[in-house]
């Protein structure tokens, strides 16, 4: 099994910068595509960008420009590094990841973490 935890969240205000994290843990054999999904209220939940174990990277026209997604995979580990926040940035912010596990022949599969929240206010 894989364990996400987003951390970094919190209220601002606009114009300033958040740095999120996203930890995986357990039976990790390996991570392939991570991404950063958000929630607003009353809203469905919408990509805002993805990174794949090489590094290509994919971002919502809503975000590209003031938002970046990264990796660390010696710390199995993907942050979204957030400015010129603005208050449609607002959302819970969760976390996802496609991977294989130790000790089972179970294909890739996806895993999403409990959520951040994010926000900006006016």
């Known amino acids: 099994q894989v364990q996400l935890v987003e951390s970094g969240g919190g209220l601002v205000q606009p114009g300033e910068s958040l740095r999120l994290s996203c930890a995986a843990s357990?039976?990790?054999?390996?991570?392939?595509?991570m991404g950063w999904y958000r929630q607003a209220p009353g809203k469905q939940r919408e990509l805002v960008a993805t990174i794949s174990s090489s590094g290509s990277t994919n971002y919502a026209d809503s975000v590209k420009g003031r938002f970046t997604i990264s990796r660390d995979n010696a710390k199995n580990t993907e942050y979204l590094q957030m400015n010129s926040l603005k208050p449609e940035d607002t959302a819970v912010y969760y976390c996802?990841?496609?991977?294989?596990?130790?000790?089972?022949?179970?294909?890739?599969?996806?895993?999403w973490g409990q959520g951040t929240q994010v926000t900006v206010s006016s």
């Open positions: 996802n990841a496609y991977a294989t596990t130790r000790g089972t022949t179970m294909p890739i599969r996806d895993y």
């Open positions: 357990g039976s990790i054999f390996r991570i392939y595509d």
